[in-house]
């Protein structure tokens, strides 16, 4: 076996979680994997261990796989920064930022390292495990298209084709697909698998044999909803909030940012049973018993820190400030709470000067160059080992810096007030470490319940099992070639 791709009938039918549990699966049985997305769009990224980015998602199924996450496994991400133009990242490093309608001319130019990064994977593990991106049904998108049947293609890799029945209409989903695709196209489907069933599996026995009867594929099952899909951390912006938050005691809030990017910063504080998480939306107030007020990392710092103000979250933060409460901003949020933000080169947009929020005596001034690094850390207040990682432009500095959030390797990293009450830094990823994670909450009076990354194994070891239950996974890996 070489290769095996996953896709959807349209984006969020659950692409990632089928692939991620395939990993698992293969890996379960002696196979040396490793995940690939050709093409993606998210702005949620992880950094790798060569020093690149990928989407969230292929680092997740890295993990499911025991391997660590390398920058061939995500060859093109975009990051979008406007309603209508988006950062290019190739093999890791950022290329370009294109608006979409230039994005079509660029894509033929990036299949070569599609294929480059491919192979290098092929090469190196038993089984590849493909995932693509939105849906083959695009025929609009075709021309070009190196994320889903385009790819597929070039790279002689067969194809399932999963649909949605929870979101209605999955008969229609798959068998629609079928009908608008280029023969040629079709011909790399081997079957299907309809995801997300909720009820009486028998209910749907009729309209599974229609599907398979339309299209002429092969069934690998149908697969319940599973549960601990909240528990994992998500890729789209659209998932923010799924499982909801805990009932604990200490209020925690985050401000759902416009470009809001790398927020599973927030998912091991959702896993405490001692915190209450809160996404504040758009149109939606600060609530005044919240404890501790989080500024997320942004695609676009000055984009939505004037976001941030349409909403009025500039005087609900204030309020939330004199009735005692705390702020915590992370890598974009952290730049906005500086007292301006300066953007010689328009790299965000006109070149200019922005006005901050004032919370921190720094300044931030915006630069072509991204850090992308991962880091361990010690927290100033605690003591405590912290373990992140860095991904932004730009360079804050100021007096405020000399009360640091974190030391990394004996420098300053981040800022706090004279009060402590108002703090900011750059690392992501800073509350998946169990030992920081207790001490930060130690410092509200709550107490830590959560082993998050033994949590996360965990559910992706559920995950696998509800696959096996399930679906025909022995199917599925033997269709790979």
Excluded at 11 to 28: I, T
Excluded at 307 to 328: E, K, M, N, P, T
């Amino acid at each position: 076996m070489t290769a095996l791709m996953i896709q959807g009938t349209g984006s969020n039918v659950g692409k990632s979680l089928l692939v991620a549990g395939l990993c698992r699966a293969a890996r379960r049985r002696g196979l040396s994997v490793a995940p690939f997305k050709p093409q993606n769009m998210s702005n949620n990224a992880a950094v790798t261990a060569d020093g690149g980015e990928i989407g969230r998602a292929q680092a997740l199924q890295a993990l499911a796989c025991g391997i660590e996450p390398h920058t061939d496994m995500n060859p093109v991400l975009l990051k979008p920064e406007s309603e209508t133009g988006a950062q290019v990242v190739v093999q890791g490093r950022r290329v370009a930022t294109v608006r979409a309608r230039d994005y079509a001319a660029l894509k033929p130019q990036l299949m070569a390292s599609v294929l480059e990064s491919f192979r290098r994977l092929k090469a190196a593990h038993d089984l590849v495990i493909v995932e693509g991106a939105g849906s083959p049904a695009e025929v609009n998108l075709r021309a070009g298209d190196i994320a889903n049947m385009g790819f597929a293609r070039a790279a002689d890799v067969p194809v399932v084709l999963a649909g949605d029945i929870d979101r209605g209409g999955v008969i229609a989903q798959i068998v629609g697909t079928k009908a608008v695709l280029d023969p040629a196209d079709a011909a790399m489907i081997g079957g299907f698998i309809v995801n997300r069933f909720r009820g009486d599996p028998a209910l749907f026995d009729e309209g599974y044999r229609l599907i398979a009867e339309k299209t002429g594929w092969r069934g690998f099952g149908l697969l319940p909803w599973f549960p601990g899909a909240g528990l994992l951390p998500a890729e789209d912006a659209l998932d923010l909030g799924r499982g909801g938050g805990g009932g604990g005691a200490l209020k925690v809030a985050c401000l759902a940012l416009s470009r809001i990017a790398n927020f599973d910063d927030l998912d091991p504080l959702k896993a405490e049973p001692s915190v209450s998480l809160t996404m504040v939306r758009a149109g939606e107030a600060i609530q005044g018993d919240t404890d501790l007020v989080i500024l997320p990392g942004t695609k676009s710092t000055v984009g939505d820190l004037a976001f941030l103000r349409a909403q009025g979250w500039d005087i609900d933060l204030a309020a939330h400030l004199r009735r005692g409460g705390h702020v915590l901003g992370i890598c974009g949020g952290y730049q906005m709470l500086g007292r301006t933000i300066s953007d010689p080169e328009g790299i965000e947009g006109a070149p200019g000067e922005t006005a901050a929020l004032g919370l921190l005596d720094l300044t931030t001034v915006m630069t072509p160059d991204k850090r992308l690094t991962r880091t361990r850390a010690i927290h100033a207040a605690s003591g405590a080992a912290m373990e992140g990682y860095e991904i932004h432009i730009g360079h804050t500095d100021g007096p405020a810096r000399a009360r640091p959030f974190a030391f990394v390797d004996g420098a300053p990293e981040g800022a706090v007030s004279a009060d402590r009450r108002i703090m900011g830094s750059y690392l992501h990823g800073m509350f998946s470490g169990d030992d920081f994670r207790r001490a930060f909450l130690a410092g509200f009076g709550q107490s830590s319940a959560s082993g998050y990354g033994a949590g996360v194994e965990a559910v992706l070891d559920a995950l696998a099992d509800h696959m096996e239950a399930h679906l025909d996974v022995d199917g599925l890996l033997a269709l790979a070639r």
